[in-house]
């Protein structure tokens, strides 16, 4: 595919994802925010119309063309599978979406609360590193080890598991793999060395744990039906697929409960089911 049909196809993905999220496409919107003229626009919004001849509703009075129950019962239906590029994550990200507090904050905002912040050279040392195949060499800090201690690591991944990005790599001082906390990389050098290890023998960034989750059993009947409607779209369990190396991450962030005798709501509402059967990850040896 031409470096022109790419674009042309990536302007639909906007032009559809602007669609579902806001209800509707109008020419206006559409200049503003893809920054073309408003006849490329009108010729965008004919195509994309042929395109997907089933999503979109001509309203004279407002001068656009809504979304039709149809594309959302079908748009519904992919992003419950994952199967979509049309999530709320990418609209917002490409939408004129400003952040809370800000004076162009409009009806739609987000409400940036991350303290963790990511330096740009030590991102982009490492996305090189894992690109070349090259050992690094950290100046890391870690709770246990609160000052800076030298640690050679070989790279494989970049990963964000909730709040903070992680370097995910083999450990070449303790001999395993492990993850390492951007923002606790005091110091970082990328050695001439290259890493012996492999990303496929990581085996637990490599196998894929099933997690169930469902409402905390010691909540009232009513309150369980209102977290399985909120989080689980009124079924009674999610199962969700997760890197057993992320999986204490994702029970920190969704605050799952592992011992619902101990960890009781309010302050838990949400629990895994099936502990027995993902605790070697929850619990390393």
Same mark, same amino acid.
């Given at each position: 595919m031409s470096l022109a049909n790419l674009l042309e196809k990536n302007r639909y993905k906007v032009m559809r994802r602007m669609a579902l999220w806001e209800g509707r496409l109008s020419?206006?919107?559409?200049?503003?925010?893809?920054?073309?003229?408003?006849?490329?626009?009108?010729?965008?919004?004919?195509?994309?119309?042929?395109?997907? *001849?089933?999503?979109?509703?001509?309203?004279?009075?407002?001068?656009?063309?809504?979304?039709? *129950?149809?594309?959302?019962?079908?748009?519904?239906?992919?992003?419950?599978?994952?199967?979509?590029?049309?999530?709320?994550?990418?609209?917002?990200?490409?939408?004129?979406?400003?952040?809370?507090?800000?004076?162009?904050?409009? *009806?739609?905002?987000?409400?940036?609360?991350?303290?963790?912040?990511?330096?740009?050279?030590?991102?982009?040392?490492?996305?090189?590193?894992?690109?070349?195949?090259?050992?690094?060499?950290?100046?890391?800090?870690?709770?246990?080890?609160?000052?800076?201690?030298?640690?050679?690591?070989?790279?494989?991944?970049?990963?964000?598991?909730?709040?903070?990005?992680?370097?995910?790599?083999?450990?070449?001082?303790?001999?395993?793999?492990?993850?390492?906390?951007?923002?606790?990389?005091a110091k970082l050098t990328m050695l001439d060395q290259k890493a012996d290890s492999k990303v496929a023998g990581d085996a637990k960034w490599n196998t894929v744990v099933k997690v169930r989750i469902q409402a905390h059993p010691k909540l009232t009947p009513g309150q369980q039906d209102l977290v399985r409607s909120e989080y689980f779209d009124g079924t009674a369990v999610r199962v969700h697929s997760c890197r057993g190396a992320m999986l204490p991450y994702l029970v920190q962030e969704l605050r799952l409960a592992l011992d619902i005798t101990k960890e009781m709501p309010p302050e838990y509402q949400l629990a895994v089911e099936n502990v027995e059967e993902v605790r070697k990850w929850l619990f390393p040896a």
């Amino acid at each position: 595919m031409s470096l022109a049909n790419l674009l042309e196809k990536n302007r639909y993905k906007v032009m559809r994802r602007m669609a579902l999220w806001e209800g509707r496409l109008s020419r206006g919107r559409l200049i503003d925010v893809l920054g073309l003229s408003g006849i490329r626009v009108s010729q965008l919004l004919r195509e994309v119309r042929e395109e997907t *001849p089933d999503w979109f509703e001509w309203d004279s009075k407002s001068k656009s063309y809504f979304v039709t *129950p149809a594309a959302y019962k079908m748009a519904q239906a992919e992003l419950k599978a994952g199967t979509s590029d049309l999530s709320l994550a990418a609209y917002l990200a490409e939408a004129d979406i400003h952040a809370d507090l800000t004076p162009v904050a409009g *009806p739609v905002t987000v409400a940036p609360w991350s303290f963790s912040q990511v330096n740009a050279n030590t991102f982009s040392r490492i996305r090189l590193a894992i690109e070349q195949g090259a050992r690094l060499k950290l100046e890391y800090r870690s709770m246990r080890t609160p000052e800076p201690h030298p640690r050679t690591v070989e790279p494989h991944s970049l990963v964000q598991a909730g709040r903070r990005w992680h370097m995910r790599g083999y450990c070449v001082d303790t001999g395993d793999f492990r993850d390492f906390v951007l923002g606790r990389i005091a110091k970082l050098t990328m050695l001439d060395q290259k890493a012996d290890s492999k990303v496929a023998g990581d085996a637990k960034w490599n196998t894929v744990v099933k997690v169930r989750i469902q409402a905390h059993p010691k909540l009232t009947p009513g309150q369980q039906d209102l977290v399985r409607s909120e989080y689980f779209d009124g079924t009674a369990v999610r199962v969700h697929s997760c890197r057993g190396a992320m999986l204490p991450y994702l029970v920190q962030e969704l605050r799952l409960a592992l011992d619902i005798t101990k960890e009781m709501p309010p302050e838990y509402q949400l629990a895994v089911e099936n502990v027995e059967e993902v605790r070697k990850w929850l619990f390393p040896a």
